[in-house]
């Protein structure tokens, strides 16, 4: 994997909006972009690490209850003194995790799209939708510039 983007999309799906991470990366999974590895997952948990240390750029995608109405994308970098007390962890978390188990942490972006309808259900709101489009052209602009 070392000379891949690596997309991880997580959150239930189950839940409406709260899946939309998810499925971006299902969507990146199904575009076999070259140099393109995609993760889709319920929660970030500490597993991700070795993957994280061995890509070469990762992005992470989330659903943002309390975002604006744009989707975003953010720098990460690695959380000080990262510890994990649960067995779900963060995106910071994981960057740290990834250098001090592995002794790497490639540059990371959050991307984060603003949702609206938590309910159980599968089906993406309007906002998330739109999110969604838009996430998936800021990642193909991503590995287009790696």
């Known amino acids: 994997m070392g000379s891949s ?3 991880i999309g997580y959150g239930n799906t189950l839940r409406s909006d709260d899946g939309v991470g998810a499925k971006v990366a299902a969507a990146v999974a199904e575009l076999a972009l070259p140099g393109v590895v995609a993760l889709v997952r319920h929660q970030l948990t500490t597993e991700l690490a070795e993957p994280i240390s061995e890509a ?17 994308v953010r720098t990460l ?49 309007p906002l998330a939708r ?11 602009a991503l590995a287009g510039s790696r």
Request: charged content about 25%; some cysteine.
């Open 56 to 72: 070469r750029a990762v992005v992470f995608v989330d659903a943002a209850v309390d975002a604006s109405t744009e989707v975003q």
């Open 130 to 140: 739109r999110g969604y489009e838009i996430a998936l052209e800021k990642i193909r």
């Open 5 to 7: 983007l690596l997309v």
């Open 77 to 125: 970098e690695p959380a000080e003194g990262a510890q994990l007390m649960a067995h779900a962890a963060d995106p910071r978390s994981l960057l740290a995790f990834a250098q001090e188990l592995f002794g790497r942490c490639p540059p990371a972006w959050w991307l984060t799209i603003p949702v609206e309808n938590l309910e159980f259900g599968e089906e993406l709101s």
